[in-house]
């Protein structure tokens, strides 16, 4: 995405059903592929309980699919430092505020690198409301099914849309009351790896005013 956000933001596509959210199409850098791709996220053997932390069951081995870009490991992480960079960017930031129609001053970014392995899901769930923007960013190098896209439901928990797992591909949406999505049980064959970008209003590495 590094370098060019702003132009992959002002031709994302606009969703209204079942609640507002944009697509992405190529927000990646070749270099943010390799990287995204590279990075080691252990592949031992795991419970899975339909949530992403595993808070459910208590034992947090979902946590161990993802890393998170914390100035501990930005060394190693050099495009996510762009990326970083970019997210903090004022005109950036004012284009997916218009967007979201949230307010990101004194925000802080958050980033993690996802790797969802053999039997991973999640069940329809809403995000934390100190998560201001979700974007979830596809790389699918492994010929997965496009059917492994995040599902969104309606208010009823219906099923309405699954944004394909297209590699190269993503989607953002603001955190609310009828942003409800999730993973159904689906067949992982390798991996689902993706990188999942927040505006949120607790502390991290990178405050969008750093």
Known sequence: MSKKISSILNRCTTYSDPFPHWELDSPFTNELINELND???SDAPRSFDGTRAADAGGDGLDGKLRVFLESDNSENLSNGMELIEDLRDKDVIESIQDKIKKDL???FIRIEY???????WLKPHL???EKLMTMMLFINTYDESEKLGTDFYDTDMKL???VPYRHNTGYF???G????HGLEKKEIKIERRCMQINYVT???SWPING
């Open 39 to 41: 990075v080691n996220i």
């Open 160 to 162: 309405v849309k699954t």
């Open 114 to 120: 996802i790797s969802d392995r053999k039997g991973f």
């Open 173 to 175: 949406f603001a955190s």
């Open 202 to 204: 607790f502390p991290t």
């Open 105 to 107: 001053s004194n925000s």
């Open 177 to 180: 009351n009828n942003t409800w």
């Open 127 to 129: 995000d934390i409301k």
